[in-house]
C-alpha cells in the first residue's frame, strides 16, 4: 500500500486525489498544477503563485541551481523554500531535460538526489534519460535500461524524507512504456512521472500521449500517483487527467507570454490576432487588448503569464469539478472540438476503452451523448459486456419501441442506441438513462447492433426478435441472422 497518496474520487481513469508531502507538511489535491519556476528569472513571484493562483506545489531545477554558484550557496543556506519564497510543497528535476537538450550533463544521480535533498527539495528526481518518440528499439531499450539502473541507485540513496520521482520512459514502444511503468512500481520510489512527451505536445500528437500514458498505466499500480512531465497547455488537462494523470508541470504560461502568447482551453492565440480577450480573470476583465499590446515588455508579460496561470488553474478545478459530478469525458468531449489533434487524442482514449472501464464508476449523475464518439464511451463498453452475463429467458422482443404484452414472447426488452437492449426494469440506472439527441446518428445504432449481438451470442437457446426503428441495412448486417428482425416504421401487420 503507498502512503503518499489517496484516491477520493474516480471518473473513467481520471481521479480526485491527495498527494502527501512529508517533508513540506502538506497535502496536494490532485490533479494538481505545478508552475515551473526558473530560479533565474521569476515571471511571476513564487510566493504569489500561492496567493493569487492558489498553488500549492510548484517544481524548479536543481541542476540550474546545482550548477550556478551563487544561487547554490543561497539554496544550501537558506533552503529552497527560503530561496524561493514558497512554504508550500516543492519539486525539483534533476538536469535530465537538459540532457536531453544538450546531449550532456556533469551531475550523477547519487550526487544530484543528496543535493535535492540538502537544499531541502520535498519531491526529488533522478538522472533519467528522456527518450524521445520514434528512435530505434535498440536504443530505445539501451536507453530505458539506463534510466532503470538510476532509478535502482535512487532506491539505495539516503533521501530522508524527500519523496523521489520515478520517471517512466520506453519512446513510441507500448511495450517497453508498460515494463518501464512496472518496473518504476516495484521500486520504493513514489511519484511516476511519463517522461519524454515534450516532443509529442510541441507536435500536437496527442493520440501518440495517450497511448504512452495508457501503456504506462498498465505497468503502474492503481494507486500510483502520475505525472505528465512537461505538459502545460490547459487545453489538454482533461484528456489527459481522464487516461490517469494526476500532476501536470506548466513552464508553458512563462514561455508563450514571453511570445505574446495568450493560452485558452480550446487552443493558444497570438495577442496581434486578438480584438477581446475572452476571458473573466482578473487580467482580461482590468484591461483591454490594446492596454495590454500598449504595455512595455516587462508588464505584458507578466500580464499575459497571470492569464495563463489563471486560465491553466481554473481549468484543473473545472476538472475537479467534472470528476466529482462524474462528468470528466463529457468534458473531454468538448475540448476535442477544439483542434482535430485533440479529437485523435480523445478517438485513441477512446481505443482504450476497456481499460478506462475499470475505474470508471459505476453509476454517476447522466450520461449525455454529445458527439458520435460517445458511442465509444467506457459505459457503452460495459453495457455489452454486462449484455453477455444478463439471465435471459427463452424468447424476448427487443424493440425501441413500448413494452409489448405479445403472447409470443416472455419478455419485452427496450432497445436504446447506443447502448442495445436491456430488460426494461434497468431503464432508470446509469448509465442507461442516459440523455441522448432526437437525431440519432450512425455510431450509436451501430453501438446497438453491437449489444444485440453480443446478448444473442451469449444466449444460443433463447429465440430474439428485434423491434427497431429505421436502421441501415448495413447496421442490420451486424445482427445475427437467427434474430427475426421487424422494422417498426413499415412492419406494421407484424404488431399487434
Ligand atoms: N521534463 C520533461 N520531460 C522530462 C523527462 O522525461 N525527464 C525529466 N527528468 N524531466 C523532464
Ligand atoms: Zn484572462
Known sequence: MRECF????????????DLTVPSADTTVETPALLPVINPHLDTIEPGQLGEEFGAEILITNAYIIYNSSDVRERALEDGLHDLLGFDG???????SFQLSEYGEISVTTEEILEFQRDIGSDIGTPVDIPTPPDIDRERAEADLETTQERLEIAETVDTGEMLVNAPVQGSTYPDLREQAGRHADATGLDVFPIGAVVPMMNDYRYDDMVDAVAAAKRGLGADAPVHLFGAGHP????????????????????????DDRYL??????????LEYLPCPCPVCTSHDVDDIRAMPDDARETALARHNLHVSFAEIRRIKQAIRAGRLL???????RSHPTMLDGYRALLAHA????????????????????????????????????????D???????????DERYDASWRVRPPFGPFPRALSRTYPLSAEVPQHQDRSALEAAATGVRRLVEANPDSSFTLGHRDWPAAVLEDVPDRV???????????LE
Open 264 to 273: 485558452t482551453v480550446s487552443g493558444t492565440q497570438h495577442l496581434a490576432d
Open 330 to 336: 463529457e468534458l473531454v468531449e468538448q475540448r476535442a
Open 484 to 494: 427475426r428482425v421487424l422494422d417498426l416504421t413499415t412492419d406494421f401487420e407484424s
Open 354 to 393: 476497456d481499460q478506462l472501464e475499470r475505474t470508471d464508476p459505476v453509476s454517476k449523475g447522466a450520461f449525455f451523448y454529445t458527439s458520435h464518439e460517445s458511442a465509444n464511451r467506457p459505459e457503452v463498453v460495459r453495457h455489452h459486456e454486462r449484455l453477455a452475463r444478463l439471465a435471459v429467458p
Open 89 to 95: 510543497a516543492i519539486m525539483t528535476d534533476s538536469g
Open 6 to 17: 489517496e484516491i477520493r474520487a474516480t471518473d473513467a481513469a481520471g481521479r480526485l486525489g
Open 395 to 405: 424468447s424476448v422482443f427487443l424493440t425501441e419501441g413500448d413494452a409489448s404484452s
Open 235 to 258: 487545453m489538454m488537462f482533461a484528456l489527459a487527467v481522464a487516461m490517469g494523470c494526476d500532476l501536470f508541470d506548466s513552464a508553458a504560461y512563462a514561455l508563450y507570454a514571453r
